[in-house]
């Protein structure tokens, strides 16, 4: 049975997190994890930085096809997952780009009623004259930089085409990210933060000692991450109940995304999750003193709303564990923790620091580490 955690999110609790700095470590850390491409489909180089700082921190790290594996010394004592993707495009012709997520997800039958797509109907017009580069997908080598002209829905191919200025020369399947730098605004870290963030926050943890197992999964945002984290629990033959899957969550706006610290669910669209495991997080929440709300349940309350005024139902949600949980046949299992977030999917996506904060400190409490501090 769903959790029933109406009163946990009826209002913010008020506590001393806003007020809070974060770790020094942590916020360098993501400045310049930020500035390091991870266009979803051309993850590699980032893998490859990705590596360096782990195992720098101590870390034991392992490649396998879609996903990087760090460990420390207990690695079944606690494990989380998040991906590394970042939405940007690929050139697919010469001078011609489109939407890297569609192209990596090889999707040309889209219905029109995901997630990603009713973002993707949303942000056309938001990219505009924003400064982008390219790089090889295998070292990160630069190849130039450029600027988006203009951006539109192909109603033939189903996806965003992008036209660039000074990235005539590039040849089809060269990534192209966007230009992007951390900034710190209205008590909030701003930039495209899905999924840097929290990955940044998985490698910190073993700055602080964290000795459990973290994954680090590609094409996310193609749908495929799921089944590079499903393949690698298939090849060692171990179940987990305590998989804790993390990303950002998107809400309307910034004054949304700070009435609560964290953000729990009880499923998604494609699957329940473990039950016992979110009735620890909600429990260890509490005990913090961070606020939480339930996705789920914030969904439904919408689409009540939305179905009284006569319109149309939003999406749960398909997150990456809840199509591992759904395909596993009860090998993988376990929750996510999310930070919430505005401008979801865009170069100014923002994260209140209360909230990364917040999160850094259940992390911290997860995997009995002392609280993170400056």
């Not at 450029?146 to 036209?163: K, Q, V, W």
Request: hydrophobic share 40%; glycine share 8%.
């Amino acid at each position: 049975m769903p959790l029933d955690t109406s009163d946990l999110f009826a209002e913010v609790v008020t506590n001393n997190l806003a007020s809070q700095e974060l770790p020094d470590a942590y916020v360098s850390l993501l400045s310049s994890l930020i500035r390091s491409p991870s266009v979803v489909g051309s993850e590699h180089s980032f893998f490859r930085v990705l590596q360096r700082e782990l195992e720098e921190r101590g870390a034991h790290v392992t490649w396998y096809e879609g996903v990087l594996v760090a460990q420390g010394n207990q690695p079944d004592s606690v494990m989380f997952s998040a991906h590394v993707d970042r939405h940007g495009l690929i050139c697919t012709g010469p001078n011609e780009f489109q939407y890297a997520a569609f192209v990596s997800g090889a999707r040309s039958d889209l219905l029109g009623n995901s997630v990603s797509e009713q973002l993707m109907n949303k942000i056309v017009n938001r990219f505009e004259a924003e400064s982008v580069y390219a790089y090889e997908p295998w070292s990160g080598a630069y190849r130039g930089r450029g600027l988006i002209r203009n951006a539109y829905i192909c109603e033939y191919r189903n996806n965003l085409i992008f036209e660039l200025d000074g990235l005539e020369h590039l040849v089809a399947g060269t990534p192209v990210a966007f230009s992007d730098k951390l900034r710190i605004e209205n008590n909030a870290l701003v930039g495209q933060l899905d999924n840097v963030l929290t990955a940044a926050a998985l490698v910190y943890m073993f700055e602080l000692g964290f000795q459990g197992t973290a994954f680090f999964t590609a094409q996310e945002e193609a749908g495929k991450s799921w089944r590079y984290l499903l393949e690698w629990f298939r090849r060692f033959g171990g179940t987990t109940n305590q998989l804790i899957v993390v990303d950002t969550s998107p809400y309307p706006d910034l004054e949304a995304a700070q009435r609560q610290h964290l953000v729990l669910r009880n499923k998604d669209a494609n699957a329940t999750f473990n039950t016992e495991l979110t009735k620890q997080l909600v429990t260890l929440c509490q005990q913090e003193n961070i606020s939480i709300q339930m996705k789920d349940e914030y969904v439904d309350k919408q689409n009540l709303v939305r179905a009284a005024n006569g319109e149309s139902p939003v999406s749960l949600g398909s997150t990456e564990l809840g199509r591992i949980i759904s395909a596993s046949g009860g090998l993988v299992d376990g929750t996510t923790l999310q930070i919430p977030s505005s401008g979801y999917h865009t170069l100014s996506e923002s994260a209140p620091i209360a909230s990364v904060r917040g999160f850094l400190q259940i992390l911290s409490a997860l995997a009995e580490l002392k609280s993170p501090n400056n």
